[in-house]
């Protein structure tokens, strides 16, 4: 935490400074008015009503998320551009989102976004170019074509070349021109298929990447049967799940009934019903891409391992169609077969949705927005609560704002290559309201809130972890517990009392903007903690620096060697189950005489492949001038013996958690994270070199 300023609270500015920490404070909230020029350092506050574009295009028009009932939502940084003639809710949209000139990238990461955005967006418009000259929708003619994106490289193609890519990637065309001439582009192979290329057809594999994958935080316990949905049957169709108690203990060799398997808490569950079931008749009215709600049930077996028992897929009820659903199976009927292979890609769908929807972009990098400009806001630069966060904030305004430019508005790359297409963002402000609580991104309340663990004071961590062997969670705890460590340390040094705490005008300002203005939409919600004792605090800013580095950590740099290889994670699945009644007799016989060649139809498509790959490519890449966890680029500088002893011991705690770690990855009774062919979790290891290295923890959501 390279701050200017010694640390002061408010009641010990020494005189001298005490005009220039109000003065400070007044010039960064700006005035709420103008437009924002990028040389501004004003933080302040405005809705997402910028991701449509109406004026562009009718068909660009999107709801503002934030500020309503109907779609509830973290706040952004202002921007304060003109608003839409055709809508004036909307925002128009500029090339460049401002973000306060304190945010801005280095020129390091600058040239290190741009370079990998150039050479990683031009991986996927040689496919794409190539299929735009031909279909946008063009499914890869073969398995054999996927696997050559890996081993052939590609001639760059001319700017001119790059068709509708050129409104995707605007930007990457004047990098292209300048860019580098006539190299050939080659996909580096994702870590995954370097060691099994098979891994995404196992059942194992499906079943260990929801502990030890890029999407850790979907899992939960199965704690009634039979499961229920929670929506309004007369709308939906029958609430009662049709995977029964017998499909289960078939499945799981009758060891033993289902009861038992609740009771032992035995049985885990990926659910998707509810979320997406009331938005999968308005998904389908859509060209190319399609939608059920998904229930997918594990068994936890005696070794330590999940077993894949069943999915359903439902298709709700409509005024013109009956509810229509469906359990699959693995089986040894070929065609069976074959649909448990489709019925387990469109779940694939399903869960990269939560993934980048949910679990990586409203939870971490649309969440956090608001605690940085609370604590710009509120929090002079020489309150210690500010210089103690202030590494964690780096980098996401300005990476939240380039992810607005291209990936998450309308038109953008989410919305071109994910199921949901329009409906993406809005679904992630579904789960906002249904979902998100404050207390609960915290790891432990997490982990509880799903089952997935349960408090005892005299287990490692406090908790009894329902699945022991739960990669993420047993890492995670680790260094959730070193954050706390260390914070609590800091907190101790400044607040010797909850007196001190609740004379702190500034720390109350700030976790009332964050409350009341930054989370507005849910400022009554449960799970808001008063800041009114050193412990209440010390967990309340160890929850915000968990969920901006190793939150995010193991949401995002994981996201090339598990979804880079795109059968193993396809962004979204395009056409119906062939037995959804009513059956269409054409895709059907279709696929019972090439299921090989239906199974690619349903996949995304070249265009939507190569672009979702080239875009994880950069999203997973560390830059040179990161600045990781604990790191020593970011001691504290001031002489404070307490806090530097304090950051010592931290950095030294998670050098020993690396070794730990490593230590667990050889150990082959863990077999959820060690075995053959299997990539050894590394997501939760603090350090890292720069690239694309499956590791390493980001102060902050920095990419
Ligand atoms: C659903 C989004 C999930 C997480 C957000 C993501 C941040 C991405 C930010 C920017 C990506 C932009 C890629 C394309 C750049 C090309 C733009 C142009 O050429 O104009 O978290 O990692
Ligand atoms: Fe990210």
């Given at each position: 935490m390279v701050c200017t300023v010694q640390p002061?609270?408010?009641?010990?500015t020494p005189p001298g400074l005490r005009s220039y920490?109000?003065?400070?404070?007044?010039?960064?909230?700006?005035?709420?008015?103008?437009?924002?020029?990028?040389?501004?350092?004003?933080?302040?506050?405005?809705?997402?009503?910028?991701?449509?574009?109406?004026?562009?295009?009718?068909?660009?028009?999107?709801?503002?998320?934030?500020?309503?009932?109907?779609?509830?939502?973290?706040?952004?940084?202002?921007?304060?551009?003109?608003?839409?003639?055709?809508?004036?809710?909307?925002?128009?949209?500029?090339?460049?989102?401002?973000?306060?000139?304190?945010?801005?990238?280095?020129e390091v990461k600058n040239l290190q976004f741009s370079v990998t955005t150039l050479r990683s967006v031009l991986h996927a418009a040689v496919p794409a170019v190539q299929s735009t000259l031909i279909d946008p929708n063009l499914a890869f003619p073969s398995f054999f074509v996927i696997d050559k994106l890996f081993e052939d490289g590609v001639e760059l193609p001319k700017a001119d070349q790059l068709g509708f890519l050129r409104s995707v990637v605007p930007r990457l065309l004047q990098l292209l021109r300048d860019g580098p001439g006539d190299q050939v582009l080659l996909f580096d192979r994702p870590a995954n298929v370097q060691k099994d290329k098979f891994a995404w057809l196992r059942d194992e594999e499906f079943a260990r990447e929801t502990l030890a994958g890029m999407n850790p935080y979907a899992i939960e316990l199965v704690r009634e049967f039979p499961l229920k949905s929670k929506l309004d049957p007369a709308v939906y169709g029958q609430a009662e799940s049709a995977i029964t108690a017998e499909v289960l203990e078939r499945q799981m060799g009758r060891v033993m009934t289902v009861a038992e398997a609740v009771s032992q808490k035995r049985l885990f569950m990926l659910d998707y019903h509810d979320l997406f079931l009331p938005y999968v008749h308005r998904i389908r009215a859509q060209a190319h891409t399609t939608m059920y709600g998904s229930r997918t049930i594990f068994f936890l077996c005696n070794d330590g391992t999940l077993r894949l028992l069943a999915i359903e897929l439902t298709r709700p009820a409509s005024p013109t169609q009956p509810q229509w659903r469906r359990v699959f199976t693995s089986s040894t009927d070929t065609t069976e077969s074959w649909l448990w292979r489709m019925a387990k890609s469109h779940v694939r769908a399903h869960d990269s949705g939560h993934h980048e929807l949910i679990s990586h972009w409203l939870r971490t990098h649309c969440a956090v927005e608001p605690y940085i400009i609370a604590a710009n806001r509120q929090l002079s630069e020489m309150h210690p609560v500010y210089q103690l966060l202030h590494p964690h904030f780096r980098y996401t305004m300005r990476i939240n704002a380039l992810a607005r430019s291209a990936l998450i508005n309308a038109g953008g790359i989410i919305e071109l290559s994910f199921s949901p297409q329009r409906y993406a963002i809005e679904l992630?402000?579904?789960?906002?309201?249904?979902?998100?609580?404050?207390?609960?991104?915290?790891?432990?309340?997490?982990?509880?809130?799903?089952?997935?663990?349960?408090?005892?004071?005299?287990?490692?961590?406090?908790?009894?972890?329902?699945?022991?062997?739960?990669?993420?969670?047993?890492?995670?705890?680790?260094?959730?517990?070193?954050?706390?460590?260390?914070?609590?340390?800091?907190?101790?040094?400044?607040?010797?009392?909850?007196?001190?705490?609740?004379?702190?005008?500034?720390?109350?300002?700030?976790?009332?903007?964050?409350?009341?203005?930054?989370?507005?939409?849910?400022?009554?919600?449960?799970?808001?903690?008063?800041?009114?004792?050193?412990?209440?605090?010390?967990?309340?800013?160890?929850?915000?620096?968990?969920?901006?580095?190793?939150?995010?950590?193991?949401?995002?740099?994981?996201?090339?060697?598990?979804?880079?290889?795109?059968?193993?994670?396809?962004?979204?699945?395009?056409?119906?189950?062939?037995?959804?009644?009513?059956?269409?007799?054409?895709?059907?016989?279709?696929?019972?005489?090439?299921?090989?060649?239906?199974?690619?139809?349903?996949?995304?498509?070249?265009?939507?492949?190569?672009?979702?790959?080239?875009?994880?490519?950069?999203?997973?890449?560390?830059?040179?001038?990161?600045?990781?966890?604990?790191?020593?680029?970011?001691?504290?500088w001031n002489d404070d013996a307490t806090v530097q002893d304090a950051y010592g011991k931290f950095n030294a705690r998670l050098k020993e958690i690396e070794g730990i770690m490593d230590e667990r990855n050889k150990d082959r009774r863990l077999k959820n994270r060690c075995g053959a062919g299997i990539l050894p979790y590394q997501l939760m290891k603090p350090f890292s070199q720069p690239g694309v290295t499956g590791m390493g923890i980001p102060n902050s959501t920095s990419i």
């Open positions: 002061y609270l408010p009641g010990q920490r109000s003065k400070d404070l007044e010039e960064k909230r700006g005035d709420g008015r103008g437009e924002r020029k990028p040389s501004d350092r004003i933080y302040d506050y405005a809705t997402y009503n910028d991701l449509g574009d109406p004026d562009s295009d009718a068909a660009k028009a999107r709801p503002v998320l934030g500020g309503s009932a109907q779609f509830p939502y973290p706040r952004r940084c202002r921007t304060g551009r003109p608003m839409s003639a055709k809508d004036p809710s909307t925002e128009t949209r500029s090339g460049d989102n401002y973000v306060p000139r304190d945010e801005a990238f280095s992630s402000s579904v789960a906002y309201d249904k979902l998100w609580r404050f207390d609960t991104e915290a790891l432990p309340a997490d982990l509880v809130r799903r089952g997935m663990a349960v408090e005892d004071p005299a287990a490692e961590h406090g908790l009894r972890l329902t699945i022991p062997d739960y990669p993420f969670a047993n890492d995670g705890l680790l260094v959730w517990d070193a954050i706390k460590g260390w914070v609590t340390a800091y907190v101790a040094r400044f607040y010797p009392d909850a007196s001190t705490l609740a004379g702190d005008a500034e720390l109350q300002a700030f976790w009332t903007d964050v409350r009341t203005v930054g989370h507005g939409d849910k400022k009554d919600a449960p799970g808001w903690p008063a800041l009114d004792s050193p412990d209440s605090l010390a967990h309340a800013l160890t929850t915000i620096i968990w969920v901006a580095s190793a939150h995010h950590a193991a949401v995002n740099f994981g996201q090339y060697d598990f979804a880079g290889y795109f059968p193993n994670r396809p962004s979204i699945a395009r056409t119906n189950m062939p037995v959804e009644e009513p059956v269409d007799a054409t895709a059907l016989a279709a696929f019972l005489d090439n299921p090989d060649q239906a199974l690619r139809e349903c996949f995304p498509s070249q265009v939507q492949a190569t672009l979702v790959m080239a875009v994880l490519d950069l999203l997973s890449t560390h830059s040179p001038d990161e600045e990781y966890l604990g790191g020593m680029e970011t001691a504290p």
